[in-house]
């Protein structure tokens, strides 16, 4: 049970500590404060321009906005996009629910495996209010919305459940939280518990906030996906043009969650990416930098398309 617990916690983000991102261009970008949805989000605008199309990005399992470092935040802003990244509630600058407490781990996961209702401050759901509320506030009408891990997992609930606001979705290293998909294999296990013990714990807990991560907000968190539970429905409902990413090494949440996903999203796109795991390692960053920009490309060249026959449609319809 243990290890189960330990392998739950760092499932959507351990990888990514030990990645020697550079955030210096992030950071050169004022990280501004707005009340939205009966919180306070913290968020930074990148790529600030009004004719830009605009790209909201959400971060996975307690991790705060900077933990997307500097290559890929850069790489979509030089793609023609205004970026919009912040940090989720508990996390970073945004509003923390440190009063709530901690979860009893062993006990949630228990009433999780038997279907009965977890104790939990939020649900993903109130993280993708959160998300758009944010959005309003800033003006944007809709967005391109790229998550990752438990951010992949936000990202699907705007796209189900604020459609109008969801230019096109992106999905990475995510899941659907379906019950038959596999859990994390017996070696990243082994290899979460060698990290979670004696020395290597607070090496860990280091690197971690060093990286931008909250370690006290991951079990909250946590219980907002298990709270959650399948969204399998909800998910097959999306209607935005999509991009499901995985790693072919991913063995905290392996490939079928992505195959899952994307099998879900109807005309959705699915790829599965050599040498990443659940992280996105710079050898990877240029082909997933690539890979969305393509993707988000090709959804406003239908979009700028689109625009221009519905226009040429008002002009023969107007009265001579």
Do not use: C
Request: avoid cysteine; charged fraction near 20%.
């Amino acid at each position: 049970m243990k290890t189960i617990i330990l392998t739950l916690l760092f499932i959507l983000a351990a990888p990514l500590v030990s990645a020697e991102y550079s955030r210096t261009y992030i950071e050169s970008h004022p990280l501004q404060t707005v009340a939205v949805n009966g919180i306070d989000m913290a968020y930074r605008v990148v790529g600030e321009d009004p004719d830009r199309p605009k790209v909201v990005i959400i971060m996975g399992l307690g991790g705060s906005n900077v933990v997307w470092g500097d290559t890929l935040v850069k790489g979509l802003v030089e793609g023609g996009y205004e970026l919009l990244m912040f940090d989720n509630r508990d996390v970073g600058g945004s509003t923390r629910f440190d009063d709530w407490g901690q979860p009893t781990l062993w006990l949630q996961l228990i009433k999780q495996k038997l279907g009965l209702p977890v104790n939990a401050p939020y649900t993903l759901s109130d993280m993708a209010a959160d998300t758009v509320a944010l959005m309003d506030r800033l003006g944007y009408q809709d967005a391109h919305i790229i998550g990752t891990s438990m951010g992949g997992m936000i990202a699907q609930v705007v796209a189900a459940e604020y459609p109008q606001h969801t230019r096109s979705l992106i999905s990475i290293m995510s899941s659907t939280g379906a019950r038959h998909l596999p859990w994390p294999t017996q070696r990243a296990e082994g290899n979460l518990r060698d990290l979670a013990e004696g020395d290597a714990a607070a090496e860990r807990d280091a690197m971690m906030r060093a990286r931008g991560f909250y370690p006290e907000s991951m079990p909250r968190q946590l219980m907002a996906v298990f709270k959650s539970g399948d969204r399998s429905e909800d998910v097959a409902s999306i209607q935005a043009s999509t991009l499901v990413m995985h790693g072919v090494d991913d063995t905290l949440v392996p490939p079928p969650h992505g195959v899952h996903t994307a099998e879900l999203i109807q005309g959705s796109e699915f790829v599965l990416l050599e040498e990443m795991g659940h992280n996105m390692p710079e050898n990877v960053l240029p082909e997933l930098i690539s890979r969305m920009r393509g993707h988000m490309d090709k959804v406003e060249g239908k979009q700028a398309k689109a625009a221009r026959a519905d226009e040429s449609v008002k002009v023969t319809q107007a009265p001579s």
